[in-house]
């Protein structure tokens, strides 16, 4: 986690802005043999590709992704996986005004203060264009841990939009692929939508709230102290572009329980292995699993991006007002929901890796 | 940030256990020149330090600090400075009943179940002790910080207790040091107090919300992507005990906001650096500070060292109750204030030396 | 240093193999606002090009190199830096029997222990190909050291051939670029010439020594222990196909030396500056930069491709004789002058980086 | 390998200066379950004691390690090791001559030149009292190895003194530990012996070459490119105090080889592994074990501390002369022979564990 890579063992590198000739992830320290071909990457990142309803940007960007290295015969060889995605849609339009001017809620001020010098093409590196190589890598990522934890399931979906909350008691996980927000709840999904359409014709936006869980990782990955396995967690949702928040478990809500309240009470299960009444622990506990539910939330904040004049400064200085025009996503949390889903499956299999590493695998045994 | 060590380049490891001979921290990375000495590190230790009310924890444990090397005639050298606190409390109860079963909402079955051994002694590794280490490091942190960003001010405070709120048009900065709390609403505190005495003889906990504020940092601190500097913080504060959820600026609630709503609109202010119409971003654009005050959350989940009896099971298997007996805090959120201001020490100063390394401290004109 | 990335701040991901579509590095930490376009790296891959005379492989490969990322107008952005070769010579010949049997002094036999899968074609990611990415690389890096470090030269050249060594009264650096050895002795470049001509015709290679001076690099640069400029050096120079032995200015002969002959004595210089009587400690005391040139040697086995026949044995595991034919290096020392170059400027850099980072460039006055 | 610390899994940060109150090693990512007391530690360190003969310093240090913390009931537990020694011989000397000048060979210069501040209580940070740490760290790490690597062994011996040989016709892994010079090679210690007294009586010193050698390492460990076994025993070899060179194998020899004289032809062995003719490689090839005995070899230089004296500078920048009194080693490369076994050790664990981490351990197989 340190600038552009993420990961300690399962190292990606992601490069390349939103309007240059490409981007991409160069993944390291990957297990060799291990079936992968474009296919099974594509697959991701089709689900994160723009343009696929009227509620996401309607750029063009077919975000094909291509394998440069690291396989033989469709099968990792452990040496480093190089993933490109050429840029097949940028469009030579005047971006001077973004140029001179900051975009309120954007990294332009930021960048321009820190580097003294920034790509203004479409937001250059501090596009989420760039979470296109974390899915990609997330694919990579998924294909490794389909050998190594069998029945593993990585799942996102959207539970939130502004104030409106999907109703828990109606989730019905076949309905996330049947509506354009990844949404479990089919009636929440439907009023979404209309509200949607309001504020897109107003030319505003909205956030949202994300949740993503895995199920059937095993007890013991993690660590204690700063290699806590909701740290990563942590530090890996809150990294996407435009997220302002990130829970584990009972989240913020941890804070209203009582002791009593929040324990996660442990019994023996028929299978032979603990289970718990409850999971406010969100399937972690001192940074470990537990073999719970791995359950993380992060609050994505409406895109900055508005139809709606609002105030700034110039590169010089002065007072001004923007417009951000262009085709942007009226609620950017929809298209965040791939990418938690990619970011979980990183930080799961590189600490994997690390727990391999140091324990071999061995368990300590109950009962 | 890789199990026991936090930081890039300020880097800091962490060891020892509750109960063994000492604990300390391993400080390797820290600028030459440095004006250090124990006192100095003393002052922060003693804000974090149990017994200082009937609200905290009442082990006495008085965490005297030693400087082992890294500094010469009162400064640092550059080299690596050893802190150790020795143990002076290790109590030798009878801990058979916690070695034989699971406390539920704490660490041990996932440590046995990773390592396949655990320290029962106090929690071993994963016992709230540890962050005795991160403080002291953190008082580094601070002298070092004080040197090269004059002005910068970390305060932390709490604003929640279980359901009750601090009310923002009451905060009064003075008020923090003024109850046991740190709650800079004098009233609030009050109420807390005898919330939190009818929580403590009920044998009951209680979460709390802690929030970290620093004033007074440059633009230009963090990275994109990976890097950013919420994402550091997110992990940072993440990995504080019993920590389960983060919050940056508008947090969990801009998930609630409408693009118009979130926008903090830009402006000149008198001094020729820019300033915002309001603080949503948490003083933080694309990963990099804005030179707003940086604002983090953080919900700290109830002790789950209650005296009520909770169901759990055995290392055999068995189904049993437990009761944690022993002197514990009712609302660990309380210590956890000056472990949330060493964090953010540690990371901002971190980020400081990283964007010196790349950029040199060079600043992008604007005006 | 993990893997397939080197360096700590300025890092550098080198992937691809030698026959697949392509091959590169990402290059992440790149300070700001330097000048940068392909022609200044081509300068360099253009050195390292084989088939530049009859000593070098006659594969044709244009190795010609693309900026993807990371620069705007001409500027680096401090964001990651894609280069990319494209690799134009796949000949698509039969590579079975490389692929049956482990080729003896090759990565071959322990890619296949290793990984249980190696690509054979052109020896997949262990060819010498991959230190056309380096050089690459190591091209960004001088043209940032350009701006940090005016004055810095890199200058790399081959001071033995076989038991043939360069006499260094006859040392003149104009000659370096004059003949096919990038050696400064001419007369003992002649002498190699004729060495080498025969040692090709009989299908047999030799081994070198390359020499790499950095002048000009301040005092400071460097750390203690483990961080050591020396010991990043001999792991730079180590990780370089073929090499077996690193030295640092009197090298394997301080062994030989008495403590009265070892010692380089300290005068004043004219420009106020420490000047020593003699630089046996290659420019670096204590892991840390004397100012004095660094100067470090490597010792490049022969190559092992040859076509006199070599006992091996199949992946089978049955015993056979194996020729190695086809295109290649029969002094493999001489590509390897501008990868020691290209490994120093990464190694400079990064410790600049490091130095600034930690010290912010301040140094202790002597005088 | 940053700074103070080496290694990427099994993490050894050592602190502490040669005249402070202490100094010892943190070790991260130790495998938990693993036997370990302090006598397995003070073995390795009783063998690195100074004043054990009349050819190494008369200091009186009885390097007597504790551990701290880490371990439970004589097993480690998975959690940071931390190894603390304490000084016992800090003779309150008066050091203002060495503060005031600085020694020719010594870091005082550069260590004063970066960070303008330094300890010149026996060299602080630069003495070579930090190897200490360094074996008591590799004492953890051969017990962990003892687990992981049945059958391997890591021996160390000197081969060469100023210019005098070890004939490898007579050498006995029996002689090592009888002679203290660690030589295998009884007629030469003898001469050795003779050789040093007069160098010793003379206020002089002399330089060596050290060899270690892991016997029973599997195939496999290692990686390519920059995590190359070699490249990391390289690095970890330099950061050894007052060593200035390291060759694998045939090291600087290798220059001189033919391909043919240089090839490790491949064989079957009556065990079903593969057996090679010879061993020019060091038993690496392409940065990962042949499963052969790895072969390294280090040059130390000689003390630089001598009793004849020597011209240098002061502080102010005056010329001066200076005499290094007190208890010196004549040849410092006797007691940096435990010093290289243990960075053996330390490198060959961490390359284990990265091992596991990325390939589980399997292996592909021959035959």
Chains 1, 2, 3, 4 share one sequence.
């Not at 099968?75 to 030579?92: A, C, K, V, Y």
């Not at 389909?146 to 996980?173: E, K």
């Not at 949390?333 to 930080?347: D, Q, S, T």
């Amino acid at each position: 986690m340190s600038l552009n890579t993420f990961g300690h063992l399962f190292r990606v590198t992601t490069w390349g802005e939103s309007h240059g000739p490409a981007l991409g992830a160069t993944v390291d320290g990957c297990p060799p043999g291990v079936a992968l071909a474009e296919p099974m990457l594509q697959h991701w990142l089709d689900r994160r590709k723009p343009g696929q309803s009227r509620y996401t940007t309607q750029r063009r960007e077919d975000d094909l992704v291509r394998i440069l290295s690291g396989t033989f015969e469709g099968r990792t060889t452990g040496t480093p996986i190089q993933l490109m995605i050429e840029n097949t849609d940028q469009r030579s339009k005047d971006y001077g005004e973004i140029a001179a001017s900051f975009r309120p809620g954007h990294a332009d001020i930021t960048y321009w203060q820190k580097y003294g010098i920034r790509d203004p093409r479409g937001g250059g590196r501090s596009s989420a264009r760039e979470t296109a190589a974390r899915v990609a890598a997330g694919g990579v990522a998924r294909a490794v841990l389909a050998d190594l934890v069998p029945g593993l399931r990585i799942t996102g979906y959207m539970v939130q939009m502004g104030r409106l909350r999907a109703d828990r008691d109606r989730f019905d996980p076949a309905e996330i692929d049947r509506n354009p927000f990844w949404c479990p709840d089919a009636s929440a999904a439907a009023i979404w939508a209309e509200h949607l359409d309001d504020l897109r014709k107003a030319g505003n936006s909205i956030g949202a709230v994300i949740e993503v869980v895995a199920s059937g990782l095993p007890a013991g990955l993690g660590a204690p102290i700063y290699g806590k396995l909701d740290a990563g967690l942590a530090a890996a949702m809150m990294s996407i572009n435009a997220v302002k928040a990130v829970e584990i478990g009972a989240g913020m809500g941890a804070a209203e329980l009582s002791g009593t309240g929040n324990a996660d009470e442990i019994f023996m299960g028929e299978d032979g292995r603990p289970r718990f009444s409850s999971n406010h622990a969100g399937g972690i506990l001192g940074g470990i699993s537990t073999g719970q539910d791995v359950v993380v939330r992060f609050a994505v904040k409406p895109t900055s991006s508005i139809l709606q004049p609002r105030r700034t400064i110039t590169l010089g200085g002065a007072e001004t007002e923007i417009v951000t025009k262009g085709r942007h996503d009226p609620c950017v949390g929809i298209r965040a929901v791939p990418v938690g889903e990619a970011m979980m499956a990183l930080v799961l299999l590189d600490q994997f890796l690390l727990d391999r590493a140091q324990t071999g695998g061995a368990r300590g045994p109950i009962g």
